[in-house]
């Protein structure tokens, strides 16, 4: 008999979690160690330093210490007003004292936003952490008009309907509300590559990126937006001032080759027109 069959299983089980979480924080603390300096700056956790950590398609792209990537420093380059006359998309103007419903909350930004909104309410269609299940293509469960602000960050690619999701979203925004989009695009197809009829997740991985994802957008996102009757500016890399793209790493350091991979990232902000 092994020495270790002698400690009953739900003690290995939990002694084998806290070694594999005490061999994350070891490596962690070495990748800080590595990369220390001040040459970037992450404006979601606050970290510094030489460089930001790989990720699969992209060097330099992750912050190591909260793990963002280049959308969610974009996002938060928006909010924090580093869009130079576009006061109504920094979160005084678009979060403060506002009614928001987030999809598939990032843990990156979650509590910024809980804390600066007037009602903040989480949804997901999977995950148990969120105030509400909700299918975004139909979501009985929430009143026309009621919301100030919808994020949906990297979602629509998972939602079968998408149509269907842009509808709802612009019937659940209040007169003069904003949403704000972002999804994995392609550098230049012309359009949205999508079959219903792909179902393995192997073929899904290989056509669309990854085994949940339903489709891969082209550059026709925008008017896929508009086609529910939502207005949308675009938000992409050269709008930033170039010192902020570097300090930030608002854009890959290297252009991956890989077929699937976002090498420009965009946020979209769609909104829904006053009434009358």
């Not at 939990?14 to 220390?36: C, F, M, P, T, V």
């Not at 843990?107 to 909700?134: M, Q």
């Not at 939602?159 to 019937?171: L, P, S, W, Y």
Request: include cysteine; proline fraction near 6%.
């Amino acid at each position: 008999m092994r020495i270790q069959d002698l400690i009953p299983l739900p003690i290995r089980k939990s002694l084998g979690a806290s070694i594999s979480e005490l061999n994350r924080g070891l490596q962690k603390s070495r990748l800080l160690w590595q990369l220390r300096g001040d040459a970037v700056r992450c404006n979601v956790c606050g970290w510094q330093g030489s460089g930001f950590a790989d990720d699969q398609w992209h060097p330099g792209t992750i912050c190591p210490s909260c793990r963002c990537q280049v959308r969610h420093r974009m996002l938060v380059a928006v909010l924090d007003g580093g869009l130079a006359g576009r006061p109504e998309w920094t979160e005084a103007a678009l979060i403060t004292g506002r009614t928001v419903l987030h999809f598939a909350p990032e843990r990156h930004f979650r509590d910024r936003i809980r804390a600066a909104a007037g009602r903040y309410v989480t949804a997901d269609y999977d995950r148990g952490d969120c105030d509400l299940k909700l299918d975004m293509s139909a979501m009985p469960q929430v009143d026309s008009s009621s919301f100030d602000l919808v994020i949906a960050c990297d979602v629509l690619e998972h939602v079968h309907d998408d149509a269907a999701a842009f509808r709802e979203i612009h019937r659940i925004l209040k007169p003069g509300g904003t949403a704000i989009l972002t999804v994995p695009q392609r550098d230049s197809p012309s359009r949205t590559d999508e079959d219903p009829a792909v179902t393995d997740s192997a073929e899904r991985f290989r056509r669309f990126g990854q085994h949940d994802h339903v489709r891969m957008y082209g550059d026709d996102f925008i008017d896929r937006i508009r086609a529910a009757g939502l207005g949308v500016t675009q938000v992409s890399v050269e709008d930033f001032p170039p010192d902020a793209v570097k300090r930030l790493v608002l854009h890959p350091p290297k252009i991956s080759s890989h077929p699937l991979a976002t090498n420009q990232r965009r946020i979209y902000f769609a909104s829904k027109k006053n009434a009358g």
